[in-house]
């Protein structure tokens, strides 16, 4: 079992930058590649980021390619997702998630842990 506890999300005025924090706990992080979804309100889940356990490869949405930025620390046992320029459109909640294949899917079928999920909101 991996317990999956993401943080950083908050308010934020449009064109300002937030960083997201998932901590993971229960296996060895290493073992998962990760990856960050959203959902906003009315709408279904949606692929945002992911990255190899290595942390050598990592995939994008396009609508957030060259704004968002995937990363991981195994040391610390944790993945971010470093936003900028955000847009009204961004916001949502986002979950990070974690598949035990170790590699950088853009399917959520393919992740077998998940977090509780942290709520962005971009002003205009």
């Known amino acids: 079992q991996v317990l999956l506890v993401e943080s950083g999300g908050r308010l934020v005025q449009a064109g300002g930058s937030l960083r997201l924090s998932c901590a993971a706990s229960?296996?060895?992080?290493?073992?998962?590649?990760m990856g960050w979804f959203r959902q906003a309100p009315g709408k279904e889940r949606e692929f945002v980021a992911a990255?190899?356990?290595?942390?050598?490869?990592?995939l994008y949405e396009d609508s957030v390619k060259g704004r968002f930025t995937i990363s991981r620390d195994n040391a610390k046992n944790t993945v971010y997702l470093q936003m900028n320029s955000l847009k009204p459109e961004d916001t949502a909640i986002y979950y990070c998630?974690?598949?035990?294949?170790?590699?950088?899917?853009?399917?959520?079928?393919?992740?077998?842990?998940w977090g509780q999920g942290t709520q962005v909101t971009v002003s205009s």
């Open positions: 990255i190899r356990w290595s942390g050598t490869y990592t």
């Open positions: 229960g296996r060895t992080f290493s073992n998962y590649g």
């Open positions: 998630a974690g598949n035990s294949n170790r590699g950088a899917s853009r399917g959520a079928y393919d992740y077998d842990y």
